[in-house]
């Protein structure tokens, strides 16, 4: 395997190929506007909501976390041990559970006008354009970045900032035991950005680190059988759950 890069978010940039030399991964995802974070395949919701967390700058205050119960009901409730892990900042999160999509839709327009939390972080449907307009609108207005967690249906035009296509891949080897997972690893594809629209298409393999909560990018994902020859026969497709 090729060594990889460690992924600060608030200091990696891109390659030099691309013409904006200010772009900074994530591209604004926690910091400002609407990110729709999207399901490549159904059951990547928990790889999809590991990335949003993991990935996006995170600073002090309350979040919002509102689930829409269609969501719930597909792929259950985010493990609020899980997202503790992940939270740098020890943001307190407060739950906001609702039923239908116009209900999720205003409780997370109410949260932005409030003023009042970091961040709204939102389990719900594919959202049309005019509805993603207004959030973008709000946020805009009262400086509450927002992120969209959306099954892989979710399709089409909206006004966010920007679409991330996740994927889960086969957990990092472990160095103590070949045949347990490792550090779990994560396919991100830009699928458009507003801000810098030349990076459309542009993949991400990265991996988490549970010691130091960073990101790296690694290289050769897809030739990578270091340290699992002998157990390539026995070793799984390992999925993490979700956060």
């Not at 904006?20 to 990547?44: N, R, T, Y």
């Amino acid at each position: 395997m090729e060594s990889g890069t460690v992924l600060h978010s608030d200091v990696f940039r891109l390659q030099p190929r691309a013409r904006a030399a200010s772009a900074v991964f994530p591209l604004g995802l926690g910091v400002a506007g609407v990110h729709e974070v999207c399901e490549a395949s159904f059951g990547d919701i928990a790889a999809l909501t590991g990335f949003a967390i993991a990935a996006a700058k995170q600073k002090a205050g309350t979040v919002v976390w509102v689930s829409q119960r269609k969501i719930e009901m597909d792929h259950g409730r985010v493990l609020q041990g899980g997202v503790r892990r992940l939270n740098r900042a020890k943001m307190p999160i407060l739950e906001v559970h609702t039923r239908k999509l116009t209900d999720t839709l205003w409780a997370i327009e109410e949260a932005i006008r409030s003023s009042a939390v970091s961040l709204v972080v939102a389990d719900v449907e594919a959202v049309e354009f005019t509805a993603s307009r207004r959030l973008v609108l709000a946020s805009s207005r009262h400086g509450v970045p927002v992120i969209l967690l959306q099954p892989y249906t979710c399709e089409g035009s909206t006004a966010a900032s920007a679409r991330w296509r996740v994927s889960a891949r086969p957990s990092a080897p472990n160095r103590f035991d070949p045949r347990a997972p490792g550090n779990p690893r994560w396919r991100a594809r830009l699928e458009r950005c507003r801000t810098a629209p030349h990076l459309a298409g542009h993949v991400f393999d990265l991996e988490l680190n549970h010691e130091t909560l960073s990101l790296t990018v690694v290289s050769g994902l897809a030739t990578d059988t270091a340290d699992t020859r002998e157990v390539a026969g026995d070793r799984p497709d390992i999925r993490h759950a979700r956060a």
